[in-house]
């Protein structure tokens, strides 16, 4: 695997180390992309991984899908990503007015 394994969780320990608390629309898409990696390094197709690291990388993966379940069903999750959605669509539609 091209990334260490131990790599995957640098951003959300970045993320959550500060001293302000993270906005969902922050930590919900980097729980997405530590889901990603750890989907990646329990397939290992290169085989370089032991095999107790690809059985973490499920149990943990299991884990992030449970909190991904949760954040479903967090109806502001929801209306947060659509404000951002749309207000990023806003700024694109300016963009090209513009220029």
Request: proline share 3%.
């Amino acid at each position: 695997m091209t990334v260490s394994w131990l790599q995957i969780f640098e951003d959300a320990t970045k993320l959550f180390s500060t001293s302000e608390v993270p906005l969902i629309v922050d930590a919900v898409p980097i729980l997405e992309d530590i889901g990603d990696s750890l989907q990646a390094v329990r397939d290992d197709e290169d085989d370089e991984l032991p095999n107790v690291v690809r059985v973490a990388a499920q149990a943990a993966l299991l884990l992030t899908h449970k909190y991904s379940l949760l954040s479903a069903d967090c109806e502001l999750y929801q209306i947060a990503i659509g404000w951002l959605l749309s207000h990023l669509c806003l700024e694109l539609c300016l963009f090209f007015v513009l220029f």
